[in-house]
Structure formats: C-alpha cells, structure tokens
C-alpha cells in the first residue's frame, strides 16, 4: 500500500478522521477491486450465486455424511441468525440462548415421541414449540429491563446451566396429586424415538429432504432480518444496542424493543430445535451445554456482529473448518497453506518471504543433523509420512521413535515462543521467525498429528485469535469507532 | 411576557443522588423563542438541572412543566413527545451507523418523515449532507456536533436543550458551534443550553441563570450578567 501524504498526518488531525471512509472505500490491490467488482453486482445476483451453490450440493455427487454436515450448518444459521437479533442489535449478552434451542427441541420431543404418548400434527407442534419457547424468551428477557452488559450476562448464563441440570434430573419427578415420580424428560439419556416432521402428507424422512428445508428457512430467515435491518424498528434497534441512553432520547422505547428482541430471538431458536429435534429423532440434554454456545459466539463474533452476511459466513467457517480438520490429509495442507500465507501476509514484502523460507527449510536441515548427531532414535520416512507431501516432508522433518515426549517438549517450546515473539520488535521477531515457523511444523507432524482431534480445536482457536486479532470487528462487522 | 405559559418550567426543584441534595430548590422557566443558557462552575449541577427537565432523574419534591403540563411522573420518552429535543453532553451519535441512519432515528417519534423535512437540515448544515453516507463515528469533532443538533432537529422540536456545546471542541470550533446555535435561534428554534463557557453563552443568549451548589443564584439579561461584576469575578476569571 502506498503512503499518501494524508497517511502521515496521524490520527486525531479532523481532515485525516473525516476522509477515513472514503480512504477505506477506495482501496487498491486485488482484494479490494474484487471486492468492488462483488458489490457492484445486483444484490440478487449476490445473494443468489451463493445460495444455488447451496441447492446444487446434494445433487452433484454428494453423501449422507455431507448433507449432515449442511444440516448442521442450517441449524446453526438458523440459531446465529436468531441471536444476531439479540446481541448484534440489541446488544443484550444473553448467554442463556441455548437454553431456547433446547427448550425448543425437548417441546417438540414431549409433544411427539411416546415420552407422553402425544404425536400430534407436525405443523401444529412446530406452532405451540416456537409460541411457547417465544414466551420462555420474554421471560427471560424480562431482567434485561434492569440488567445490562456483564450482569445480564451472569442472569442469562445461569438460565442456560439450569435448563441442562433441569433436563437431566426431571426424571423422576413427584407430583402430589400422583402416585408415582412421573418421567418428565427421560433424565440424561433424553427422549428417544421422535416422530419426524411431516407436512401435508409429505414425511421428511431423508436427509436431502431436511437439507432442503433448512435451506428454505435459512433464506426465509435470512430475508426477514435483512429486511429488519433497513426498517425503522430496524434502525431502532440497531441504536439501542450502540447506546441505550442516546436511544432513550430519540424516544425509541428501549424495553419494548429489548423484550421484542429476545422474544423473536428466542422464537428463532425454538423452530431451530423442534428441527433438530426430528432430524435427530431424539434430544439429549449434552447437546445443550456450553460448547454449543461458545461456538455460536464464536460464529457471530467472528463474522462481524450485527452483519447478516457475516453472522452467515462466520455459522458457515464454525461448522465446516473442524469437518475439514476431521481427516489428517486435509488439515496437513490447510496447517501449512494457513501458516505459509500467515507468514506472507505478516512480513508484506516479498524480499524477506523467501529469505525466511529459506531460513526454515535451513533450520530443519540443520535439526536433523543435530538429532542424528545426538543419536536420537526416528523412524524412516516410509514408515510415518503418508499423502502427496511424504516426499517433501519425510526428507525435512525428523521424526523421532519417541513421538509423544518429544513433541510436547517442542509444543511447549512453541507457545513459549510465540508468547514471547508478540514483546519482540519486528526486527528480531523476523530472524526468530524461521525458527519457529520450523518448530510450528515440527511440532505438528510430530505430535498434533498423532491426535487430530484435539488438533482440530486447537486449530480452530488459533485461527480464531489471530482473525480476531487482525480484524476485531469481525469479517464483515463494521469498525467500532469510538464517538468522542 | 410572564402571563404566557412557558415552555419549560422547573418549579422549586430538589434532586438527590443519593443522600447527596444535588439540586436545592430550582427554579426555572423557559418561554418560547428564547434562548436561555444556563451557567455555572464544575459540579454545580448544571448536568443534573437538565436531566430532571429531560426525566433522567426524579426530583424528590417540586415539579417539571413542559409547554404547562404536569411531567414529573413521566419517562424521558413521553416528555420529548411532547417536543423537546436533546443534544446529549459528549453528542453521543451511534458511531457504527450513517449519518442519514443517525438523522432517521432522530425523526423516530414521526412515524412519516417527509423528505423536506431531511432538506432542512441539510440546508442548515451543508456538512451533514455531504457526509450523509459515512459512518458518524468518522467524522470530525465538528462535523459530529453538527449531525447531533441536525439529529435533535429531526423531531421538530419546540425546545432544543443542549448540554455542553463546547465540550471536546477546538476554540475555534467552538465559536462556530455558538454561530451555529445563533443562528438556529434566530429561525424561532426555543433553546435552553448549558454551558461553561460563560462568555460565549451570554454573547449570544437572551437569559441566564447561574447555578451555584444546586441553588440559582443570578438570573436576567444576558446583557446584564455578563456585565454583574460579581458573575465576572466568579465564574469569568476577570
């Protein structure tokens, strides 16, 4: 990027704050012209590119275990579109979210499963689940009146908890008008055998059939809360969750809004679970515990809050990027094809990327010689490295007969060093850097590779912290500017 | 002029925070097409006057008229429907949003915005209609003072209040936010503004009142207050 004369003016000069979105907007480099070229594009062309793509997955060649993985991702767009409305607008933390899904599914599972001898109409349980599990949201929304920021969040937080040790110790349940404890929820082991949805005679019984509808409430949703976003309501909402106090001046009413978000939120939700409820044909109280909603977080927070393309996008990285990491062979390219554009993107010149390169291939050549010196025990080539890179690979990295031991020594190394790199100066940061870069894969062919799925979330959180950490806004958030 | 029925009216106003008496007996009154600044030192509770006439805070006795209507039981909303507009201390624009954005939720209380009524404003302030696209927290210091009083007008107020023009504003900027206000007042725009800046707010005021520890110890024309000897040596260092 070039240095225009306004660059150096430094921040806080009024014309250099003033031209700050126009600089943005006309940004050079190929990224940037893409990007325009995308946006200049009629907004159906945009939202339909992606979408048909979608629809034509389970028609070009495609398995069960694909269409799970998408009926997973509906569910979960359908969850952080939900959400969306309540932290990303709004502004309310409400980290007792999942406690709605949930609701929503085990609703569904009481009103058609054996569990109470009930199969009423699909349709009709889908209605009571989502009115219901709405009212359950307006409850609970209710403490948002006076609760804000952290303190709501505790309140929430402990709904959420509460709901999972409800689930699991109502099953033996004493009535005093009964004789007997009644089995309200089937306690840990859930309700099983939930009837699947069926509409007008039509028995989603397939994965390809619950795959399409998701798809078909996903775009519903989708076109609700874009059409949400450009109201007046929208707006208003959209201002209540960046200063309440200066809402309360405009008049907008604060608590109807804030009531209204968690209620439809909530609503969203219900729908949500009742879905998953019968693509499952069960409900199990773990599916309803933190995790879920760390990863819901991490979607809408990733994407950039607030931004529907974004809340989408980010759903869509949470649930495919661990499948990816599932199989070794791909997360063998996607670590090293990650790292070495890290790396280039970090260093910005493309003098110093070879050096470094260079430097680590270096240093791996030189560790080797090092290990055999010390008469390290390793195994041949043939014996470990498997896929396209064995070749590359197997001649590079030692690979020693105690894998384990080495290998947390060097992973313990590695965090040490990155810690450690982020006080450094550029300067000493990047003759460090083929080091590390070295033991980075070092450490994961030696160790991580031996658990992939321990890997995978360690992957996950890295890839997390450093998108986070380069963009904080999220990949399609808007920059918080501090209004002085 | 005092048989008509002021716009905002303080009567004998006590405000707590606490156990601390904040407000000591405020009165206050501010009639149509005046421009009235409200003076005093740090902590004086020049704030904590117009929060009570805005609704942010309960006084524990006396009474806060708008337009000769009762409103001390009401909620902030309720009040501003009755046609007062607020240009908050600090601006407090939403910064992640347009400007046009910022405009139409300043225009919430009309359900329809008539596109003149955006013509106005852009009229009175060329600025915000050049940046109407941009996010407001990129503007400049000046230009975020002109989207907030641009944002209150949206509402058509009868009474524009504003807490601390001046704050967070170069000296320069300063007098051009006072012009500005000036002007404003001059096209029938009621105002009440609370100010530290004594001498900028009385050159261009009608009326003052000067707070000291809760209590309104001078009141009268702007001329003459910025001529009371006692008011110079106390709050205009000379």
């Known amino acids: 990027m070039s240095t225009t004369p306004e660059d150096s003016r430094g921040i806080g000069t009024d014309e250099w704050v003033a031209q700050h979105g126009e600089r943005a907007q006309r940004g050079t480099g190929l990224y940037a012209r893409i990007g325009e070229a995308w946006m200049g594009l009629p907004s159906l062309v945009r939202w339909g590119i992606p979408l048909l793509l979608v629809v034509l997955v389970p028609f070009a060649g495609s398995n069960d275990y694909i269409l799970r993985i998408g009926i997973n991702l509906g569910l979960f767009l359908l969850l952080a579109l939900g959400l969306n409305l309540v932290v990303g607008y709004s502004g309310l933390l409400d980290l007792g979210f999942i406690a709605f899904y949930g609701f929503g599914a085990y609703a569904y599972a009481a009103l058609a499963s054996e569990q109470f001898g009930l199969h009423l109409p699909s349709l009709l349980a889908i209605v009571i689940v989502v009115v219901t599990t709405a009212a359950f949201g307006f409850t609970l929304g209710l403490p948002s009146r006076r609760l804000t920021g952290d303190y709501l969040a505790i309140a929430t937080l402990f709904f959420g908890q509460m709901f999972v040790v409800l689930m699991v110790s109502s099953d033996a349940v004493q009535f005093p008008w009964m004789d007997e404890p009644m089995d309200l929820t089937g306690g840990a082991n859930g309700i099983s055998n939930v009837d699947q949805l069926s509409v007008l005679g039509f028995t989603f019984d397939s994965n390809l059939s619950y795959y399409l509808l998701l798809i078909v409430l996903v775009v519903l949703a989708t076109v609700a809360t874009k059409r949400i976003h450009f109201s007046r309501h929208g707006l208003a909402w959209r201002s209540l969750g960046e200063d309440s106090l200066a809402a309360q001046h405009m008049t907008i009413p604060t608590v109807r809004l804030k009531l209204l978000a968690f209620t439809l939120g909530a609503g969203i939700a219900g729908l949500a679970g009742a879905i998953f409820a019968s693509v499952q044909q069960g409900v199990y109280p773990s599916t309803f515990e933190l995790p879920l909603l760390i ?70 050549f030189i560790a080797n010689v090092i290990f055999l010196a010390i008469g390290v025990p390793y195994l041949t080539t043939a014996e470990w490295a498997k896929g396209p890179l064995a070749p590359v690979l197997g001649s590079w990295i030692f690979m020693p007969e105690e894998r384990v031991l080495i290998g947390n020594i060097a992973f313990v190394a590695l965090v040490v060093a990155v810690a450690w790199m982020s006080l450094l100066t550029r300067r000493t940061t990047i003759i460090l850097l083929p080091f590390v870069l070295w033991l980075a894969i070092f450490t994961w062919e030696v160790r991580l590779m031996l658990e992939p799925s321990i890997t995978r979330q360690l992957l996950v959180g890295a890839l997390l912290v450093v998108l986070m950490a380069t963009r904080p806004q999220g990949i399609f958030g808007k920059p918080r500017v501090e209004v002085l | 002029m005092t048989e008509r029925t002021p716009l905002l009216e303080l009567r004998d106003v006590n405000t707590y925070y606490g156990q601390i008496h904040i407000l000591q007996g405020v009165n206050l009154r501010v009639f149509e097409g005046e421009f009235v600044a409200l003076l005093g030192g740090n902590a004086c509770g020049k704030s904590t006057t117009l929060k009570t006439a805005v609704g942010l805070v309960t006084p524990k006795s006396g009474s806060v008229l708008i337009d000769g209507v009762e409103v001390t039981k009401e909620k902030p909303g309720e009040r501003i429907r009755r046609g007062i507009a607020v240009v908050p201390e600090n601006r407090r624009l939403f910064g992640p949003m347009t400007v046009m954005e910022n405009l139409q ?34 503007l400049s210091g000046g230009e975020q003072q002109m989207v907030a009083v641009a944002r209150a007008l949206m509402s058509k107020p009868k009474l524009l209040l504003m807490d601390e023009p001046s704050m967070g504003l170069s000296p320069l900027l300063v007098e051009q936010s006072f012009e500005l206000i000036d002007d404003l007042h001059r096209q029938g725009v009621s105002m009440l503004v609370v100010e530290q800046n004594a001498n900028m707010a009385l050159s261009v005021a009608d009326r003052g009142y000067v707070l000291q520890t809760g209590r309104v110890v001078l009141e009268g024309p702007a001329a003459d207050l910025a001529q009371d000897a006692e008011l110079r040596k106390a709050y205009l260092g000379r």
């Open chain 2, 105 to 138: 939720i300043g225009a919430y209380t009309r359900s329809h915005v008539p596109k003149e009524d955006y013509d106005y404003v852009f009229d009175l302030f060329p600025k915000v209609a050049e940046r109407r696209n941009q996010l407001a927290g990129t």
């Open chain 1, 295 to 364: 990863t819901i977080y991490a979607a809408i927070i990733l994407g950039g809050l607030g931004s529907i393309p974004g809340v989408l996008l980010g759903a869509a990285i949470m649930t495919i990027l661990p499948e990816l990491l599932r199989f070794p062979e791909y997360s063998n390219w996607l670590f090293l094809v990650v790292l070495i554009l890290g790396t280039i993107m970090y260093l910005k010149s493309w003098k110093l990327v070879p050096a470094v390169f260079a430097g680590m291939i270096a240093i791996g």
